[in-house]
């Protein structure tokens, strides 16, 4: 079964430094992967994704991510922090090409300190 | 955003009380999803459907049953609810399978079972 960890449930950074949020995924086929973000209050919207072709993604608000199959990795990273970028951050694995499910990580919380 | 919308968006209950959730889309998604989404946990999925009255069971489908009756309508129930129920509960929906579909999420419904 298909699995994700995201190590660090808390990351604090100050603003103008680079964002660096972990993922790291178990699968036996190769995998879609996602990254969600979830302002407070609200719904989760996707940053960006993963599905063939070029292994460094880039998404919305200045993020992006590398497919790392060798280390079976997704970090995604963000060159300088604002303020905005303060929000809880999802990991997802499709590990079947475009199933039906989902696995999310369970979040990592950014706080971007001034 | 693919007009998700939840009802209702907060409400508290009674051990013991009925509960429906409603979720409504009109982008004519065939997948629709409930989460719950707990501090901890990240989200889990609770059940999920294919098509009007095609649903499947998550991970986390104990004590709560789904009906799909229109395309546009996605409904939860707590037939008794417990204090463990309390949470956030996402709809998602997708438009089908393959690489270029992603689910987007609705707003969320607070739920507090006293």
């Known amino acids: 079964a298909q699995s994700v960890t995201q190590l660090g449930s808390h990351v604090s950074v100050s603003e103008g430094a680079l964002v660096l949020l972990r993922c790291n995924y178990s699968s036996s086929v190769p995998p879609y992967l996602f990254w969600y973000v979830q302002y407070p209050n609200q719904g989760l919207q996707l940053l960006l994704k993963?599905?063939?072709?070029?292994?460094l993604v880039k998404g919305i608000n200045g993020f992006e991510a590398e497919f790392k199959k060798s280390e079976t990795s997704f970090h995604l990273t963000k060159p300088s922090a604002h303020m905005s970028d303060a929000a809880e951050y999802f990991c997802a694995v499709d590990s079947q090409g475009g199933s039906e499910k989902l696995v999310f990580g369970k979040g990592t919380k950014l706080t971007v300190n001034p | 955003d693919a007009g998700i919308t939840q009802s209702p968006r907060h409400k508290v209950t009674e051990t013991g009380t009925p509960v429906t959730l409603r979720c409504h889309q009109t982008?004519?998604?065939?997948?629709m999803y409930w989460y719950r989404q707990d501090p901890g946990h990240g989200l889990r999925l609770i059940h999920y459907s294919y098509g009007v009255k095609d649903t499947d069971k998550g991970e986390v489908s104990d004590g709560y049953s789904v009906s799909r009756s229109k395309t546009e309508d996605f409904l939860l129930t707590l037939e008794s609810a417990t204090s463990s129920q309390t949470s956030v509960y996402f709809c998602a929906t997708k438009p089908g399978l393959g690489a270029d579909n992603e689910q987007f999420f609705g707003p969320g419904t607070r739920l507090t079972v006293l």
């Open positions: 993963y599905t063939t072709g070029a292994t």
């Open positions: 982008e004519n998604h065939r997948y």
